[in-house]
């Protein structure tokens, strides 16, 4: 007897894909969504690769010429390096990241290693800076000694004297403390002395024309604000570039060479303005600044 045929539903149905959708839709929809709005996402201006990302300017070079090799990048590192026939001829040097910034922390990791150039100033031992807020390189004149910028400068212990780290230098900027203000090229913090060749990690909060703060050991060494262009202290540069009293806002990055030789093994930066939207994908609440042209939504 032939048997009769099940009425058993056709997997070529049209409307089995239609549920299938439906179910796939229906469960993921009931996946929690993760809020990411605190989690911070810090940009590593160095991890020991990026070097294609730095450029270096010497005092009487063209930018992008290193002279004598004097920054590496070896091992994984960020070095300033001097070799034993070098003699300084006041040919200072900085190393410029590619992107200019505005509100954002800074964190470094560095060490001092090694002995002075011979024939280095005295005030440059175990001496170097991390340069804020800097003038474009491209607006330096060719025998300029220092970009116009802000200093957070990095100061070792030379086994002798205490040396506050941290401090401030001004080339060719003013800056407020207290509402006063401030003329003296270099302000010093109120840290520790940091001896020896250890790492040590240093940090920045800045926040445009505003507020600017030095941070060691999850202190604040020295506060200040209000950074103008003005009161000297820096050779070379062009008179395009040199606008007393113009407000310093925003800036580049960069390391100085100063005969002292040093590593950094990182260098982030976290940046603090961006957009503000809570309905955007991309909102962060740490900004503090906003700038809702990159708002993702």
Known sequence: MKPKAMNTPSIFNPLVPLVLVMAITFFSNCVPWEDNSEKEEWISLFDGTNYQDWTPKFTGYSLGENYNGSFVFKDGLLSVRYQEKDSFNGTFGHLFYKEKFSYYKLKATYRFVGEQMTGGPEWAIRNNGIMLHCQDPKTMGLNQDFPISLELQLLGGDGTHDRTNGNLCTPGTNVTIKDSLIVDHCIPSNSRTYPGDGWVTIEALVLGDSIMQHILDNKVVLEYGTPTIGGGMVDGYLDTAYEVG????????????????????????????????????????????????????
Do not use: R
């Not at 940046?271 to 939207?277: A, E, I, K, V």
């Open 246 to 297: 113009k407000s310093v806002k925003e800036g580049y990055i960069s390391i100085q060479a100063e005969t002292a030789p040093i590593d950094f093994k990182s260098i982030e930066l976290l940046d603090l303005c961006g957009c503000t939207d809570k309905k955007a994908k991309n909102y962060k609440s740490y900004y503090v600044k906003s700038d809702n042209s990159d708002c993702i939504y």
